[in-house]
């Protein structure tokens, strides 16, 4: 994670001189501004470009397929919302591998945490139904919240008490997980409404109309879970960089011999961040089957874990970055669908090319840096 | 640095002018008004060898029933597991005025409660569910896959020479589940001494544990293998590799895979239903029905392969099955 | 239960514990070379799907068994080497450039199979070949010398890399590398070289763990076939704490654990199918929490190499 330790020095390094030479401030931070949002739009344009080659193999019209893309994603109302609504877990998934990148933790871990919060949401509603939206809703979110939490604790209690390494423990979970969601499934949280059918679908009974998020635009997905997810996004802010425990987990993952000399408990921090991770991610979990499909069902989390980490990275594992990072990256993969429903390609195709949007995207930051270091050695040559 | 940084450039600008110049070339057809449009939404490929593949085939049946290309024209978006990116397609394929929007995936089922109001002159059919809403312009379908399980059974329970069958599925539920149930009764009713193991792998498409799966059940014992989902293209290969072990498919055809060793698959034949919401819409009935595949319907068809020979007490108890299944004098307790 | 420890059904659960242990321990071999000179390739998933396909098609099309070994191993080392560009030489996030290398060959594995052979096929796999005299010692016999070839190669592999780790300059440098690539810089070490060296040598063998899945194993492709195996086998390299012998026990205990649900199932012992499925991934994390050694991470595991910086 070392380039994310230098991205965080180079953002605080590049305060302090923001800070230190008041005048200059704007105009350096816009250029770099600038810098972080160009070069990876390259990258992107690169990867579409290098995809337009399989398009024609495929017989399909590149300048159709892309044009469908941009239609899809922002074209309309409809394409609008979806992007939002593919937005919101990824903001929140990636939320949580900000917070444990911030402290050197690897969170592979996403798809289990989402599974484990939206078990704990599911059941509890099921169960408690009756009572009022007013104390139905914030419980849900924080039994959401709780259950990716525990699933984030394992790996984070493992790693600092055993120094068992977290990308195994967070895979192993995730697997565990899935199992644990396909037993309930089958069994106690199992929709009586399939069993009565003679269906016996993997999926539970609906939530109650009290548990369920509303709509924000009336007859798209588009849900409340969005402004959850974009104020989890300002508090993680507030945490990161205007608390003491956010300060001691940012400087765990800047250095955590230094940190260690200072008197920081280096392992309790990065379990701390873990746990912290899990539990937004388990937020994800809940806000999806409250606000998309109503019910648990198998396969509700699909990607988002592996996405939520793309996301992350994008927005330079910044709380606020984020934000336009997994609406960029949500409106990428809904316009990549769209494409391929426009130009009817193989759909194997949309995860090809955002295999290679990714892959582009993150070599692209090398020239990021060095850009915005040549900018900053300019402007001290300048004084 | 320079050199590459125009190399990148020059190949840059060669994807683009070929990409116009292909762009120049290809011009869109308009649709024709006369054409049926069918538009589909799977939750795996159409190629899966299971539950997608049974809907494309059944869909390519009507095009050809129907004549062809310029009768019926059909697109498809898969591998949509993800529902909303599913939605997103449903919605798509709605707005662009498609005849006929099939959700096939139990999990869209909140999207086409939201989605079918809003487009009263489209029909909508989804599945497996038995669930139209109450709304007039959708179509609910499912198969009763314990039927041609428990035809499956009679046969397999007659045939094993060792007593032991082996059941190899992904999760318990849906129709792998009914399936299995109905298989396991099909045994018990003619051989009440038969072994049969279960083993469910927990994925729907872990290939190689399945394999694992069935080469476990062989080394056990068993001489007859059956299974469902997409994965169990591993307990076929295990079978094969043993040389003497049958194999009993569901919901599509397998006999390709193996034509030595597939005694029988139930199929799924959604082509008869389909041919009759085609002509519903057509006459302006845009839903209200659920449908369940049956053998009494013909929805459910036992392919026996002509290559495998099946003792002719066998195919007769097979035969006394489906019709009993068919009069309701035997039931099957799910 | 008793039934559990029949000489049976303990052959029949190591004979499977071998055969689903072979790509995972292909895979996770050379994960450890590119994790012992500092690279962590999350992208091993993707690139055994490609090559799975490749060994598929060219068996398919050609029938050359050894040729689809071939192209699996060659299709890796060009991913391998993508990954190397993106992450040595353009020092990208390697979590993140990982990610997007698995996305590619996931997507375009399934796109190349609709393309180009567009249905389920099976194709004739290496066969199980006894080894004479050995296959006839009692018991152990038969399980470890009635194998295809692929499961050979891929336990003859431990000690061969285990040797070059360990007693070459090749190793050496390797893990020079990875532990601290700035002396290792100021040693005359070529730290970008030995990188994608090593990246593409476990690619190469990533490439050989797809190959035998589609070709050894199960003998046929789908998507995603791997089901996601190459996470499992990146896991197993932490497991075995960056060493040959470590990560052949982890491959060894993953699926003798898979093998023993399986038999749990099979036999009617009274566990919920769910629970029989989650134990390989619970003992692998109980046993490495419980066991005393644990490795230690090369210290310059997921850092790029910036001469002068670090």
Known sequence: MAYCGCMGDNASVGSKIAISKGVNRHRHDWRELGIRVLVPAAGVIAALLVSALFLILLRANPIAAYAAMVRGAVGSTFGLTQTLVKMTPLLLVGLGICIAFRAKCINIGGRGQMIAGALLTASFALRFGHLPPVVLLPMMIVLGFVGGAVWGFVPGFLKARFAVNEILTTIMMNSIALQLMNMLLQGALMDPAGIEAGTFLAQSARLPDAGRLARIVPRTLLHSGLFIALVMAVVVYVFLWRTTLGYRIRAVGLNPQASRYAGIKVPAYQALSLTLAGGLAGIAGAVEIMGVHYRLLEGFTSGYGFTGIVAALLGWLHPLGLIPASLFFGGLLIGADTMQRAVQVPSALVNAILGLVVLFVSASTVWTQRLIQRFRSQETAHE | ?334 | MSELLSANVLTGMLNTMLTLATPLLFAALGETFSQRSGVVNLGVDGIMLLSAFGAFYVVLTNGSLFLGLVVAMLIGIAMGAAMSFVSVTMKAEQGVSGIGLQMFGLGMSSLLFKVMVGTVKTVQGFPRVRIPLLAEIPFLGPILFNNNVLVYIAFALVPICWYVLERTTIGLAIKAVGQNPAAADSRGINVDLVRYGSVCFGAMLAGMAGAAISISTVNLFQDNLTAGQGFIAVALVYFGGWTPVGVMFGALLFSVANSLQLWLQVLGVNVPAGLANMLPYILTIVVLTISVSRGKAPAALNRPFLRGEN
């Open chain 2, 1 to 334: 640095m320079k050199r590459r940084a125009f190399l990148v450039s020059l190949v840059m600008l060669m994807v683009m002018v070929t990409t116009l110049a292909v762009a120049g070339a290809t011009s869109e057809a308009e649709a024709d008004s006369e054409v049926f449009r069918i538009a589909v939404v799977m939750p795996s490929a159409t190629t899966d060898t299971a539950f997608s593949q049974s809907m494309w085939s059944a869909l390519v049946t009507v095009q050809e029933a129907m004549g062809g290309e310029e009768a019926v024209e059909l697109v498809y978006s898969e591998n949509m597991f993800i529902v909303p990116d599913a939605a997103a397609a449903l919605r798509d394929y709605a707005s662009q005025g498609y005849d006929l929007v099939i959700g096939h995936g139990s999990q869209y089922g909140t999207i086409i409660e939201d989605l079918a109001p809003d487009f009263p002159e489209t029909a909508f059919a989804w599945g497996t569910d038995v669930n139209t809403f109450g709304l007039d312009n959708v179509y609910a379908y499912t198969a009763a896959a314990e039927q041609g399980g428990y035809v499956n059974g009679v046969i397999a329970g007659l045939m094993t020479q060792s007593g032991t069958i082996g059941v190899t599925g992904p999760v318990e539920v849906g129709d792998a589940r009914t399936y299995v149930t109905g298989f396991y009764q099909g045994v018990r009713s003619v051989n009440s001494e038969a072994n049969v193991a279960e083993t469910w792998t927990g994925s729907f498409s872990d290939v190689a544990l399945m394999t694992a799966a069935a080469q476990t059940h062989i080394l056990n014992g068993a001489d007859i293998l059956t299974g469902s989902s997409q994965s169990v293209v591993g307990s076929i290969g295990a079978a094969l590799e043993a040389g003497d072990v049958l194999w009993f498919g569901t919901q599509a055809e397998q006999t390709t895979l193996a034509p030595d060793i597939v005694v029988a698959s139930q199929v799924y034949d959604w082509s008869m239903m389909l041919m009759e919401i085609v002509e519903n819409a057509q006459s302006g009935v845009y839903g209200g029905e659920s449908y369940i595949l049956t053998l009494e319907n013909e929805g459910l068809k036992i392919a026996y392969n002509e290559g495998v020979d099946v003792p002719a007490e066998a195919v007769e108890a097979a035969e006394a099955a489906i019709a009993g299944i068919i009069d309701g004098s035997i039931e099957i307790d799910l």
